[in-house]
């Protein structure tokens, strides 16, 4: 059984993508923010409601920019994820583009759950997105959605 999750892409007016280090991962890992689905929540809703948990930021600071039509799916190397009293054996990420319209003094990381977050450029992905896989899919994502990439 894989889990349901979003991930969004946000960029900036630079052109820079927001990245955040959990405090799970080592510091030179990054990812965008993302989480799980809550019951009963739309895709869309859960987008919003965990790049707000996450970074503080809220809805009205984000302007819809598109949906990733195909989830990605990811499979655990060994069945890890035990959520609501269920064993999963990977993830599946449906992925969501937003234009960042707010300032950067309203980002504030949630402490206990995100160290630190960075804004990179398209070609600076290639940096913090380290994980298997994790920056082909990320680009594969944000050049479909942003069609200009």
């Given at each position: 059984?894989?889990?349901?999750g979003?991930?969004?892409?946000?960029?900036?007016k630079?052109d820079?993508?927001?990245?955040v280090?959990?405090?799970?991962f080592e510091?030179?890992?990054f990812?965008?923010p993302g989480?799980g689905?809550?019951?009963?929540?739309?895709?869309?809703?859960?987008?919003?409601?965990?790049?707000?948990?996450?970074?503080?930021i809220?809805?009205?600071?984000?302007?819809?920019?598109?949906?990733?039509?195909?989830?990605?799916?990811?499979?655990?190397?060994?069945i890890?994820?035990?959520?609501d009293?269920k064993?999963y054996e990977?993830?599946?990420?449906y992925?969501?583009?937003?234009?960042?319209?707010?300032?950067?003094n309203?980002i504030?990381?949630?402490?206990?759950?995100v160290?630190a977050?960075?804004w990179?450029s398209?070609?600076?992905?290639?940096?913090?997105?380290l994980?298997?896989e994790?920056?082909?899919n990320?680009?594969e994502?944000?050049?479909?959605?942003?069609?200009d990439?």
């Amino acid at each position: 059984m894989y889990r349901k999750g979003v991930s969004a892409l946000i960029i900036n007016k630079n052109d820079e993508f927001l990245l955040v280090n959990l405090e799970s991962f080592e510091d030179k890992y990054f990812a965008v923010p993302g989480g799980g689905i809550e019951q009963g929540e739309t895709l869309e809703n859960a987008a919003y409601r965990e790049v707000y948990e996450e970074l503080g930021i809220a809805k009205t600071s984000l302007q819809f920019a598109g949906q990733s039509n195909i989830p990605i799916k990811f499979k655990f190397k060994v069945i890890k994820m035990n959520h609501d009293s269920k064993d999963y054996e990977g993830s599946e990420k449906y992925f969501f583009g937003f234009r960042f319209i707010g300032a950067d003094n309203e980002i504030k990381p949630k402490d206990g759950e995100v160290r630190a977050y960075k804004w990179a450029s398209f070609v600076q992905l290639k940096d913090y997105l380290l994980f298997d896989e994790q920056l082909k899919n990320t680009q594969e994502k944000i050049k479909e959605i942003f069609t200009d990439f």
